[in-house]
């Protein structure tokens, strides 16, 4: 018997399959600075593969195969990355200058052909949200836009929105003072459109989704749709968010492929849970306390010690060194006895000298050279 799907569900995956989305990719990710000095944040690596990578399958899953990606900071190693798509099996496109027109100003010059509806995503956030359910509440709520909204324990970063018994918003503000948050649901930058809701944004003037396009509807009348998801939600905004991101997934909180590639030498390595790229040479005396995450062809001398931390490609560390919930960016050489402290970031292409300490979330600018012995600690 051949049994195929019908209904709702066959309903909403046909939706999705006619739906393009708009993938925001112009930001510069200033939060996660010096790494996103020399990559677009989108471009950030997650167990050795872009952010980005995650949310283009989370489309792809969805049964969404045509993509304009709105791109502009560092845009051509985006470009690079995705080309036409054909390696994903989707079509990408690309708008470019779109940081001046702000999030909804961009969609708007990237959508304005479009006459049906379409889904808005954020290339930078790590997410195992099922965008059919988006696609599906939105259809059911019949408003110009719906919103997803994850719930969080710290709200004063992002957008806080409330809604009534029919999962409609009825306020939104901005990133309020802690005190002033009303409510632990907050706009995790997905969004489900009519074309419709192009009208409502102006032309030729920088305007946002959350500071302009929302309190714009809500003032108006305009109904807002609320789809509340309990789904994994990271927008990876810090160092601490990347790390805990990072943890989350060498835990297993979310399906990851990556290759476990290891050169050593003999010996009894003390391991907590490694994660490597390609060709990567590490001593048998190193130990590993937590996670760590290695990039292609990392080097880690004799006695090493690395807890939850992350140290991309092309990089080398010397004898005796300890990290400690830490970053060390591409192409990075430190010496023998250097100390990382928790929450330091290393820019790429850094030097750092045999026996130096850089203290609790210090961040080194890319290109840096520190003789030996250089203490850098807060006093």
């Keep these: 018997m051949h049994c195929s799907m019908s209904g709702p569900a066959q309903n909403v995956q046909n939706l999705a399959m006619d739906m393009k989305a708009m993938v925001m990719a112009a930001g510069k990710g200033t939060r996660l600075l010096p790494l996103t000095a ?32 709105l791109v502009d900071y560092l845009s051509d190693k985006i470009v690079r990355h995705l080309g036409n798509g054909e390696r994903l099996g989707m079509k990408v496109e ?22 049906e509806p379409f889904i808005v995503v954020s290339a930078d956030v790590l997410t195992t949200i099922d965008l059919r359910k988006l696609i599906s509440a939105h259809e059911s709520m019949g408003t110009q836009i719906t919103m997803a909204l994850s719930r969080v324990r710290d709200p004063s970063q992002y957008g806080v929105a409330i809604m009534d018994d029919t999962n409609r918003v009825t ?5 309020p003072k802690r005190e002033e948050a009303f409510s632990n649901l907050v706009n995790a930058g997905m969004y489900v459109c009519e074309p419709g809701v192009l009208d409502i944004i102006p032309d030729g003037s920088q305007f946002d989704f959350s500071r302009n396009l929302f309190p714009k509807m809500l003032s108006g009348g305009d109904a807002i749709g609320g789809h509340p998801f309990d789904d994994y939600w990271n927008d990876v905004g810090l160092p601490s968010t990347y790390l805990g991101a990072t943890r989350d997934m060498v835990e297993g909180r979310l399906e990851s492929g990556h290759s476990m590639t290891v050169t050593a030498d003999d ?17 048998a005396s190193v130990d590993i306390d937590g996670f760590a995450v290695l990039g292609d062809n990392v080097t880690l001398g004799k006695n090493v010690t690395i807890s939850h931390s992350v140290v991309y490609s092309n990089t080398e560390i010397g004898d005796d060194s300890v990290i400690s919930e830490a970053i060390v960016g591409e192409g990075a050489v430190l010496g023998k006895s250097v100390t990382l402290d928790q929450g330091v970031v290393i820019g790429d292409r850094t030097r750092i000298g045999e026996g130096s300490r850089i203290g609790h979330n210090i961040k080194i600018w890319v290109h840096s050279r520190l003789g030996p012995g250089t203490k850098m600690l807060h006093t």
């Design 267 to 283: 010996g009894d390595m003390k391991y907590g849970r490694l994660v490597t790229g390609s060709n990567c040479s590490i001593a």
């Design 94 to 115: 690309y708008t470019t200058d779109n940081i001046v027109r702000g999030t909804a100003g961009a969609v708007k010059n990237a959508a304005s052909r479009l006459r």
């Design 38 to 69: 020399t990559r677009p944040k989108p471009m950030i690596p997650l167990l050795n593969e872009p952010i980005l990578d995650h949310m283009m399958k989370s489309l792809k899953d969805a049964g969404i195969d045509e993509t304009i990606v």
């Design 171 to 175: 306020r939104f503000l901005e990133k």
